[in-house]
């Protein structure tokens, strides 16, 4: 009995002295470590999980949050424009959703404050999943396993858009890819990065990427005006914050894109021009930072950058729950609106 | 020693004894339980998985396997009419994968004679995923992840479309849903079905649907014509297994399809023209058994159809392979082709 008590007290020291290590030896970077998904309400998740795979938010039946935000792909859907109800060429280049709780706000233009507020947004955009919050709250309503599942969360019989905006957002908050090698390093793996992809991180940082790329998310966190040396040439209509502010100044300010798991979320930028990592690296050392890398320094900032890539969210496929006989079926070849 | 020897006698007398005892509890009954996916090849499973929710593998890169046979809503898509590329209208109505393994062959007028056939056939066709054999392999091709996985599976850098169909059709054999309710009752457990169960069971082999509907996959395993006492009305065009064989006869005969899960693989006939499985009940005993189920015997047999709900495959959502900076961006939206 004295020896196990010794041996728990040597287990408690240690872990104690191993914790501490851990939180001294995080490197003192304009990046830090993406933190794993703190779950406070587990039922909530499950459910804004199902909803986020559930392609009855869309008027065609065939459309789900996941369609875009594909969590088999970096939680985007690696096309310039996304593929809306009738094939609708998306407005703009589908963010991933990885880490998106991180954002300071959400969409390119920033026009959601927040994931909740976001995740009401493509459902009822015509050009996207195009149904009505009525109409999605009126089909959950007559599912009976929603219907259920929705009451062990929420306690009532009413499904609310709120509610399922909440639980999208809840679920969303999960998708944080962490442990990537660059954490590993900033935590004090000295081996988690070779020497290109400590060049490539110098560089980033000296260049003055970083100013804009930073914090935990390695963007996410500001605004800025893409094309600041010079203007960006695309044929792409977006003008980005200002159409949120109504002011010239916002004109072409768009939001910082995360850098985590950029490796997974080509092509890049809002207009989705930029078709690989290389591509991008140029155009951003020209337009932002008036600086042309050489071939071998922009090999080694993106050897860098795809240092960034996280764990990613792993979680059995859900099974959503089957239509009742008074769930409207879809026709997504219907005549008309 | 000699009293754990005896343990273990004692706990083999009891396995065997039960061993036994199940085998010997199977009923007797034109239905069989579905057995659980026997895996030889673990890794070309991996890899077909990750395959069957590759969007790469369309035209679009917004199609994979998963998005007419959705493994979220029992392997089917839910519509009456799938969407292909660029909006398409889907020619037929997409049938559940789950249990295709035992299908006596795959589509519904059985051209293709296994599931690594039917693989190559929506990728190639113009109207689903509208690709070619030739552009989905030499996409592969320049996927590094891919190429590693295929080396490691079939021992070479040269992907086919070969392997490709039958990495597909491989996983796709472990897409069986075993333990049933109605597998749990016919495995001897009195306690499984409820006594309308029991009747809809009853009434579904006296009134001759059984005729058609039997075996494991309670169905899948003939061909047979649709509208056999009474023509069934439809505008749809299918001509059914004539298109196959030539053979006047074979007009309007089609696969049988199964049962299993069925109240998920709604809505029903090749034209999806039953929204629910009562009037899929009704239709059936008019047009095949010319026979009126009254309303108790209608409700009786949808009870018992929803017994053949099986346990769902369950599986961690893959993540798939990024692309390289050679391969090819699709663009959903592109003019002609």
Same mark, same amino acid.
């Given at each position: 009995m004295q020896k196990r008590t010794r041996l728990s007290l040597l287990a408690l020291s240690v872990a104690v002295v191993a914790g501490c290590a851990t939180v001294a030896a995080?490197?003192?970077?304009?990046i830090q470590p993406i933190q794993p998904a703190k779950v406070n309400n587990p039922a909530m998740v499950e459910l804004g999980k199902k909803l986020f795979f559930?392609?009855?938010?869309s008027r065609s039946g065939g459309?789900?949050? +996941?369609?875009?935000? &594909?969590l088999s792909t970096g939680g985007a859907d690696n096309l310039a424009a996304s593929i809306g109800d009738r094939w609708q060429k998306g407005g703009i280049n589908s963010p991933t959703v990885l880490n998106s709780s991180l954002n300071i706000a959400q969409f390119w233009d920033g026009r959601a404050k927040d994931l909740k507020e976001q995740a009401g947004g493509p459902i009822a955009n015509p050009a996207e999943m195009a149904s009505t919050h009525t109409v999605a709250v009126s089909t959950l309503q007559t599912i009976p396993g929603y219907v259920r599942e929705f009451k062990s969360v929420y306690g009532t019989d009413q499904i609310s858009i709120d509610q399922v905006t909440q639980a999208l957002a809840v679920f969303e908050e999960t998708l944080v890819t962490p442990n990537a090698r660059f954490d590993q390093w900033l935590k004090?793996? +000295?081996?988690?990065? &070779?020497m290109q992809e400590l060049r490539g991180y110098e560089l980033f940082k000296s260049s003055g990427c970083v100013a804009c790329h930073n914090g935990a998310a390695v963007g996410g966190n500001s605004f800025q005006k893409m094309g600041l040396i010079q203007p960006y040439k695309t044929a792409h209509t977006a003008q980005g914050r200002v159409d949120v502010t109504?002011?010239?100044?916002?004109?072409?300010?768009?939001k910082v894109p995360t850098l985590r798991n950029v490796e997974l979320t080509y092509p890049y930028f809002h207009d989705g021009a930029a078709d690989t990592l290389t591509v991008a690296v140029d155009t951003m050392g020209k337009l932002q930072l008036g600086k042309s890398f050489t071939t071998q320094e922009n090999a080694d900032v993106v050897a860098f950058l795809k240092t960034l890539t996280g764990q990613q969210p792993s979680f059995a496929l859900p099974h959503l729950p089957p239509s009742g006989d008074r769930t409207p079926r879809p026709d997504p070849f219907a005549k008309g609106g």
């Amino acid at each position: 009995m004295q020896k196990r008590t010794r041996l728990s007290l040597l287990a408690l020291s240690v872990a104690v002295v191993a914790g501490c290590a851990t939180v001294a030896a995080v490197r003192d970077e304009p990046i830090q470590p993406i933190q794993p998904a703190k779950v406070n309400n587990p039922a909530m998740v499950e459910l804004g999980k199902k909803l986020f795979f559930d392609p009855r938010l869309s008027r065609s039946g065939g459309i789900s949050c +996941n369609s875009c935000h &594909n969590l088999s792909t970096g939680g985007a859907d690696n096309l310039a424009a996304s593929i809306g109800d009738r094939w609708q060429k998306g407005g703009i280049n589908s963010p991933t959703v990885l880490n998106s709780s991180l954002n300071i706000a959400q969409f390119w233009d920033g026009r959601a404050k927040d994931l909740k507020e976001q995740a009401g947004g493509p459902i009822a955009n015509p050009a996207e999943m195009a149904s009505t919050h009525t109409v999605a709250v009126s089909t959950l309503q007559t599912i009976p396993g929603y219907v259920r599942e929705f009451k062990s969360v929420y306690g009532t019989d009413q499904i609310s858009i709120d509610q399922v905006t909440q639980a999208l957002a809840v679920f969303e908050e999960t998708l944080v890819t962490p442990n990537a090698r660059f954490d590993q390093w900033l935590k004090g793996d +000295n081996q988690a990065l &070779n020497m290109q992809e400590l060049r490539g991180y110098e560089l980033f940082k000296s260049s003055g990427c970083v100013a804009c790329h930073n914090g935990a998310a390695v963007g996410g966190n500001s605004f800025q005006k893409m094309g600041l040396i010079q203007p960006y040439k695309t044929a792409h209509t977006a003008q980005g914050r200002v159409d949120v502010t109504k002011l010239d100044q916002d004109r072409f300010m768009f939001k910082v894109p995360t850098l985590r798991n950029v490796e997974l979320t080509y092509p890049y930028f809002h207009d989705g021009a930029a078709d690989t990592l290389t591509v991008a690296v140029d155009t951003m050392g020209k337009l932002q930072l008036g600086k042309s890398f050489t071939t071998q320094e922009n090999a080694d900032v993106v050897a860098f950058l795809k240092t960034l890539t996280g764990q990613q969210p792993s979680f059995a496929l859900p099974h959503l729950p089957p239509s009742g006989d008074r769930t409207p079926r879809p026709d997504p070849f219907a005549k008309g609106g």
